[in-house]
């Protein structure tokens, strides 16, 4: 079974009559376009958040994830929206120490997963 790839820049998609055109950033070799380089970066901040905060499952997943998406594999992106189905999912995580939420890390968390979610869902539509 061959896996998908996700927009890289030499592959150049005609979207509404327009031509995306490629912000890079190099990875082994590979230029991923600017979308998935943006998404990568908002999945590491995200990892590095949950594991600074005690989250260590989540943020293991996100790590996954991350690796992934670094390689142009679509994978990435499933499991990540994967992560928010149903009860106990990454969308119900609240951030805490010794029992109290921490305020500014959950607005941080919740501001991250929002434009990771809306990225993974746009790069989920142009999937090759």
Avoid: Y
């Avoid at 990875?27 to 260590?56: C, E, P, S, W």
């Avoid at 990435?76 to 939420?101: A, C, H, I, Y």
Wanted: aromatic content about 6%; hydrophobic content about 45%.
């Amino acid at each position: 079974m061959s896996q998908k790839r996700l927009l890289r820049c030499d592959q150049k998609r005609d979207v509404s009559h327009l031509l995306l055109q490629c912000d890079f950033a190099l990875k082994d070799g590979v230029q991923l376009h600017h979308d998935v380089t943006r998404f990568a970066a908002i999945l590491r901040k995200l990892a590095l958040l949950l594991m600074a905060n005690g989250a260590v499952f989540w943020a293991s997943h996100a790590e996954t994830c991350l690796r992934a998406v670094e390689n142009s594999d679509t994978w990435g992106l499933r499991r990540f929206k994967e992560m928010f189905g149903g009860t106990g999912s990454l969308n119900d995580l609240v951030l805490q120490r010794d029992g109290s939420p921490l305020l500014q890390e959950n607005d941080e968390l919740r501001a991250l997963l929002d434009e990771a979610w809306i990225l993974a869902d746009e790069l989920a539509r142009r999937e090759l």
